[in-house]
């Protein structure tokens, strides 16, 4: 028996420093809806959907991103978006910042939660690649300083039976690394979902700017060919405040062709009915159980980074 899922990337357009939390749950609900017209079962939003990009700032006083941030999901702010869901039977992956008191301490993630046709939370991400600076250069047009406002996520790569598959999540700069899509295709996954908020310039890589789409695009599909996997990428895109972000949200199949792609940098939904058996098809190509050889690939995860000494 086929096995198919129709999913979107519902990329937003800019989100605005002063826009209210209600103003950017109403343009979800909106894309929510679309996606319920071109039968969509899950509606992919970006990473950080709720808020701007704030990381672009320095801000020597943290708690002044305190705003930025999430201590419950869902929230009274968000709420009606879980409604919304259940009302259409369309579930969603949502990128927001994550801020709860533990131990004393305040912690603070990246993070992304999978929804379900009910509106329930399936499973929760935080995102493990945390690019950018802890360290504010005034040399920069604009600052990437994830690092200085977010912990490295410590969930690792969960994958979850869900949709009629197994779902894994990413966020952003982890599209870029092979590890990502490894760690949940050996896990089973079928289809990553993913936000990201990127770019299009990277000031203090100018050199690389040319190649932005293609580095993009590149990442996802050699992944989607090398580990049988669907992945649906949702930005954040246009000019927010006063940095241009790329749009070029997509979906990319386990064959490595991109079925989808935006044309704009608003908000905007792309869907595709994905086939689902394509990706054990692919799997089996490179047949992981008896063709890999972990024994010539300990270096992966015996090199440790260099903890920097925190800020
Ligand atoms: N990082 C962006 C990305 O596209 C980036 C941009 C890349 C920032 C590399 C710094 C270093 O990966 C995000 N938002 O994760």
């Not at 978006?81 to 004393?104: I, K, N, P």
């Not at 950018?132 to 200085?148: A, F, I, S, W």
């Not at 000019?239 to 704009?264: F, K, L, N, Y």
Request: contains cysteine; proline residues 6%.
């Amino acid at each position: 028996m086929p096995r198919y899922l129709t999913v979107a990337a519902a990329q937003l357009g800019p989100v605005l420093r002063d826009e209210p939390r209600e103003s950017v749950v109403k343009r979800l609900i909106a894309l929510l809806e679309q996606g319920k017209k071109a039968g969509c079962e899950l509606v992919v939003f970006p990473e950080m959907a709720l808020t701007t990009f704030f990381p672009r700032w320095y801000m020597a006083n943290k708690a002044e991103t305190d705003e930025f941030f999430e201590r419950a999901m869902p929230n009274d702010r968000t709420q009606p978006l879980f409604e919304a869901a259940a009302r259409l039977g369309v579930g969603f992956y949502l990128g927001y910042c994550e801020m709860f008191e533990e131990g004393g301490r305040t912690r603070r993630f990246n993070s992304a939660v999978l929804v379900d046709q009910k509106g329930r939370i399936i499973g929760k991400y935080r995102k493990v690649h945390v690019p950018g600076n802890r360290v504010y250069d005034p040399k920069l047009p604009y600052q990437h300083m994830e690092p200085y406002y977010f912990e490295d996520g410590d969930l690792g790569f969960p994958v979850w039976q869900a949709f009629g598959t197994t779902v894994g999540m990413a966020i952003c700069n982890d599209r870029r690394w092979p590890e990502t899509y490894r760690v949940m295709a050996l896990k089973g996954a079928e289809l990553i979902v993913l936000g990201f908020n990127s770019p299009s310039q990277l000031p203090d890589w100018p050199d690389q700017n040319v190649f932005r789409v293609q580095h993009h695009l590149v990442c996802m599909q050699a992944a989607a060919y090398q580990n049988g996997l669907w992945i649906v990428a949702s930005s954040k895109a246009g000019r927010e405040e006063g940095v241009d972000m790329m749009g070029h949200s997509c979906i990319v199949a386990p064959s490595s062709d991109v079925v989808a792609v935006t044309q704009g940098l608003g908000d905007e939904l792309i869907a595709y009915r994905c086939d689902l058996d394509l990706a054990p098809y692919y799997k089996s190509f490179f047949g992981f159980e008896q063709n890999r050889r972990p024994e010539h690939y300990g270096i992966i995860t015996q090199m440790q980074r260099q903890r920097l000494a925190a800020q």
